[in-house]
């Protein structure tokens, strides 16, 4: 059974960072299982954004919004996914949601953020200013 956890969420001031983990137990990181993982937010009221996404060859892609101050990483090895968040800004704040899927049309996710097979709980983060 695929499960990913989220952590490293919190409150920081306008310009900190904070770095948020994703550990995915049940799944094999290769063509015939999980190709794609990636960050997606969510505030009340608003549609789902995709935030980066990372296939397992480490092709990345980040939001234009994040791009910059944000860095998505993947270490195999230990079937972590990571999102490095510097220069954070009020507008970052959203509930953070980790996401795989097998798709190998990885970018693509970006622009689908409801369509990923399996997702986490979701760790709260907010910028206050």
């Known amino acids: 059974q695929v499960q990913l956890v989220e952590s490293g969420g919190g409150s920081v001031e306008a310009g900190g960072s904070l770095r948020l983990s994703c550990a995915a137990s049940?799944?094999?990181?290769?063509?015939?299982?999980?190709?794609?993982m990636g960050w997606f937010r969510q505030t009340p009221g608003k549609w789902r954004e995709g935030v980066a996404i990372?296939?397992?060859?480490?092709?990345?892609r980040h939001a234009d919004s994040v791009q910059g101050r944000f860095k998505i990483s993947l270490d195999n090895a230990k079937n972590i996914m990571y999102l490095q968040m510097n220069s954070l800004k009020p507008d970052d704040t959203a509930m953070y949601y980790c996401?795989?899927?097998?798709?190998?049309?990885?970018?693509?996710?970006?622009?689908?953020?409801?369509?990923?097979?399996?997702w986490g709980q979701g760790t709260q983060v907010t910028v206050s200013s």
């Open positions: 996401a795989a899927d097998p798709t190998q049309l990885c970018p693509q996710l970006l622009d689908r953020p409801t369509a990923a097979n399996y």
């Open positions: 049940g799944v094999t990181f290769s063509t015939a299982g999980v190709y794609c």
């Open positions: 990372i296939d397992i060859i480490g092709r990345k």
